[in-house]
């Protein structure tokens, strides 16, 4: 849907910010996975086999399991992307991703849909 994703409003969404360390120096990158609502009720339903309708723990400890594997598979089609050691993954408040947008341009932002929700990428 866009190429440009800056943190634009797509409906009630999960924030799950994946930290990793870059090339063993003190550099950390910071990916955010932004799930909506709907999409995560999908995600999980499908990983767990029953039908999910609220966003509680056990979904959004699906969603951190899931997050890494996702930004794997996404990092390989970035041309400057290169594995490095996944170092934290937790959950945010739209505040707390509110304040990370307004702090700068990301390296990439985007926006996709799925067909079952909205997910949005971005790395800063």
Sequence with gaps: VSKNYLGEDFGK???????YGVNNSREKMQVYCIYEEA???HIVSEML????????KMS??????FSPHLVHYIGIYLQDWKENKLEKVNMLTNLQFKNIVEDGKPKYGFL???GKGYFAFYIK
């Design 13 to 19: 969404r999960v924030y799950c910010r994946l930290t």
């Design 39 to 41: 999409l995560v009720f």
């Design 49 to 56: 086999g029953v039908n999910v309708q609220k966003i509680d």
């Design 60 to 65: 959004t400890n699906a969603i951190k399991q």
């Design 112 to 114: 996709f849909n799925t």
